[in-house]
């Protein structure tokens, strides 16, 4: 958050909301330095809202519907996500997308990347940058992608998310 607000200082960008800032900033898939602290800002207040004590579980709902429609079913979801995290060379992000029909999406970021900079309304993520899992598991990713998706994700602030993703259709 510093070294952002030291890096929009005295600039046009000084007053903006942060996705204001990580649009302007996103330059066109050539992100500046300022990009990647505000997105990386972004990224992880909306990571660590996806996650609750005592969380995983399934969804229930609609967002439960939407899942089985978008992906016939939630073990097939939760592959889909797992895959996108596990497969995410180096650092970076799973997330699921909702567009405003309500069908869902996996996909996967790089390093400080972020979905809405290309229009799309993320309503979970998982962090893949070693720094979330080394002190737990080490070098096993997978076994931290496992323990976000059985015991970390907060449907509720998920389910809130994918309502006003919806909202407008």
Same mark, same amino acid.
Do not use: C
């Given at each position: ?7 929009? *200082? ?26 990647? #602290? ?5 990224? &992880? ?8 004590p ?6 229930t709902?609609?967002l ?29 992000? *799973? ?15 790089? #390093?400080?990347?972020?979905?809405i ?13 070693? &720094? ?10 997978p ?10 994700i ?11 993703a919806?909202? *407008? *259709?």
């Open positions: 958050v510093d070294n952002m607000n030291k890096g929009i *200082a005295g600039t046009n960008l000084e007053g903006k909301t942060l996705e204001e800032v990580i649009l302007a900033s996103w330059n066109n898939g050539n992100p500046t330095p300022v990009f990647n #602290n505000a997105a990386q800002v972004w990224n &992880h207040t909306f990571f660590w809202e996806s996650m609750k005592n969380g995983g579980g399934q969804p709902n609609k439960a519907d939407a899942v089985n429609s978008s992906f016939g079913s939630f073990d097939e979801w939760k592959k889909q996500f797992a895959n996108a995290g596990a497969t995410q060379f180096g650092s970076g992000w *799973a997330w699921l997308i909702a567009d405003k029909s309500g069908k869902l999406t996996v996909e996967k970021t790089p #390093n400080a990347v972020t979905p900079v290309e229009g799309k309304t993320p309503i979970l993520t998982m962090d893949v940058w070693e &720094h979330a899992y080394y002190l737990d598991v080490q070098n096993r990713r076994d931290y992608i496992n323990t976000f998706i059985d015991k970390l907060n449907w509720d602030n998920v389910a809130k998310r994918y309502e006003a919806t909202a *407008a *259709a």
